[in-house]
Structure formats: structure tokens, C-alpha cells
T-cell receptor
Framework: DQQVKQNSPSLSVQEGRISILNCDYT??????FLWYKKYPAEGPTFLIS?????DKNEDGRFTVFLNKSAKHLSLHIVPSQPGDSAVYFC????????????FGKGTLLTVNP | NAGVTQTPKFRILKIGQSMTLQCTQD?????MYWYRQDPGMGLKLIYY???????DKGEVPNGYNVSRSTTEDFPLRLELAAPSQTSVYFC??????????FGQGTRLTVV
């Protein structure tokens, strides 16, 4: 029972263009949504988040969009840079009394110079 | 500032051996987590803790045990290692309701 789906295992983008990473979820109890970035041989690092009461959050080149009715989360990176090449995981916090992060399988983003 | 520290970084175990993966955090976070990541897969929650003395099972707890005697430390114990436990293990900590911060990971191979 996969609660979180990142349907694109990989994405290739030219430097300077927009990267769009997508995530779908099924659990309506999720109320906090996050994106993590992971380089090889390192732990995931937190990138950006959004709570369920918002539909958009920006931090520099990174913008996260939440469509609760469609249960869809996306991350936009603009402009994309070669250093953005990494695996991106969406993650969801179930809230309530016990907070547990549920992760997608990840999307490998490659930004070509 | 150290954040979340995991030891060891690499380990090779023989089938049936036991070991403890160490995790310590210096951010005074109540929540701590253990995840494993298999190739091509996301991170699966093994165990988590909402505070000292309190632990609970995650998605894939079989073959593992944890303890949380202090806020800082959350060791993961593997008893009778099996090849299916070959994975990269990540420890994380956080305040609970927002993001978690991860360690660098432990790459474990069971042969």
C-alpha cells in the first residue's frame, strides 16, 4: 500500500531551465509536506516544506506547490543549476500525536551544463 | 555543530552476527528515527522515538531493536543479521511536527 508516489524515477534538464518534480499521495491525514535532496554517500538534507493550510511556499530558486484536492505536491527549481543534480524525495508528516515522515522513492534530477 | 552523528560509516557482517548502529544528536530534539534505504527505493521507517524512554515500531521493524535511554542517543540493534538487512541506514532527529535532520548514514553489508 504505497501512500506516496514519485512516478518519475529520473529527470534531465538543461542548466537555466525549470525543473519540475512531482509527487502524489493518498493519505488525507498528511498535513505537512517536505522535499529533501540527497547526494550520493550523504544523508538526505531538508530543502523546503509547506503546511496543509497553504498552497505555495517559496525559498529562493525553490518553490513548492500543494494541491490538496488532487493530493499532489510539486517542486519547481528555477533556474536549474548543475549543483542541483541529486535525488529528490518528497516526504509527508502525518501529524496527530505521533509524527512520522513517509518518503517517496525519489527522483534523480540531472542538470546538464 | 555536529547535528546527527552515526557510527560506523561502513560495516560488513556475517550472517547470524549481531551489531549496534550508534546514533547521537546534539540538537535536543524529542523525535528520533531510524530509516533504511534499499537501492531504488525510498526511505522506510524502522523505529522511531518521541522522547527518552518511548519507542515505537515503524514500517519495517522485524529483525531490529531500539532503545532510548537519553534524549541524545538512539541506538539500533541488529540481532542475527540476515542478507535482507543489507542496506543503508539513516538516523534522523527533529522536533516532530516539522522537518527531520539526517545523519550521514551507515552502509551495512551482510554476507
Amino acid at each position: 500500500d504505497q501512500q506516496v508516489k514519485q512516478n518519475s524515477p529520473s529527470l534531465s534538464v538543461q542548466e537555466g531551465r525549470i525543473s519540475i518534480l512531482n509527487c502524489d499521495y493518498t493519505n488525507s491525514m498528511f498535513d505537512y509536506f517536505l522535499w529533501y535532496k540527497k547526494y550520493p554517500a550523504e544523508g538526505p538534507t531538508f530543502l523546503i516544506s509547506i503546511s496543509s493550510i497553504k498552497d505555495k511556499n517559496e525559498d529562493g530558486r525553490f518553490t513548492v506547490f500543494l494541491n490538496k484536492s488532487a493530493k499532489h505536491l510539486s517542486l519547481h527549481i528555477v533556474p536549474s543549476q548543475p549543483g542541483d543534480s541529486a535525488v529528490y524525495f518528497c516526504a509527508f508528516n502525518s501529524g496527530g500525536s505521533n509524527y512520522k515522515l513517509t518518503f517517496g522513492k525519489g527522483t534523480l534530477l540531472t542538470v546538464n551544463p | 555543530n555536529a547535528g546527527v552523528t552515526q557510527t560506523p560509516k561502513f560495516r560488513i557482517l556475517k550472517i547470524g552476527q549481531s551489531m549496534t548502529l550508534q546514533c547521537t544528536q546534539d540538537m535536543n530534539h524529542n523525535y528520533m528515527y531510524w530509516y533504511r534505504q534499499d537501492p531504488g527505493m525510498g526511505l522506510k521507517l524502522i523505529y522511531y522515538s518521541v522522547g527518552a524512554g518511548i519507542t515505537d515500531k515503524g514500517e519495517v521493524p522485524n529483525g531490529y531493536n531500539v532503545s532510548r535511554s537519553t534524549t541524545e542517543d538512539f541506538p539500533l540493534r541488529l540481532e542475527l543479521a540476515a542478507p535482507s538487512q543489507t542496506s543503508v541506514y539513516f538516523c534522523a532527529s527533529g522536533p516532530g511536527f516539522t522537518e527531520a535532520f539526517f545523519g550521514q548514514g551507515t552502509r551495512l553489508t551482510v554476507v
